[in-house]
């Protein structure tokens, strides 16, 4: 079993940056790829970007890509999510996951955060 719990979301305006958090615990962090999906109101849970392993691929929905950055650190089994010029659409609540494969589609994705809620407003 591998727990997760997120932090760091919040209430932002347009424009603003925001970092997100997940502590992970359980399970030798580092076995698993992590990965951070979203999902707004009446939407599908939709992917946002995944880190290997050793941190050392990472892959982004075309939505984030350029500013968004995931990374992780393995001494501290947590992975985080910063968010940079954030727009109205970014709005919705983050989750981590986590698997022992990488991919885009969340039902791949055995473990699951509790999410945190992000709200960027005009």
């Known amino acids: 079993q591998v727990q997760l719990v997120e932090s760091g979301g919040g209430l932002v305006q347009a424009g603003d940056s925001l970092t997100l958090s997940c502590a992970a615990s359980?399970?030798?962090?580092?076995?698993?790829?992590m990965a951070w999906f979203r999902q707004a109101p009446g939407k599908e849970r939709e992917f946002v970007a995944y880190?290997?392993?050793?941190?050392?691929?990472?892959s982004y929905a075309d939505s984030v890509k350029g500013r968004f950055t995931i990374s992780r650190d393995n001494g501290k089994s947590t992975v985080y999510l910063q968010m940079n010029s954030l727009k109205l659409e970014d709005t919705a609540e983050y989750y981590c996951?986590?698997?022992?494969?990488?991919?885009?589609?969340?039902?791949?994705?055995?473990?699951w955060g509790q999410g945190t809620q992000v709200t960027v407003s005009s």
């Open positions: 359980g399970r030798t962090f580092s076995d698993y790829v």
């Open positions: 996951a986590a698997d022992r494969s990488a991919g885009s589609y969340y039902r791949q994705y055995m473990y």
């Open positions: 880190i290997s392993w050793s941190g050392g691929s990472t």
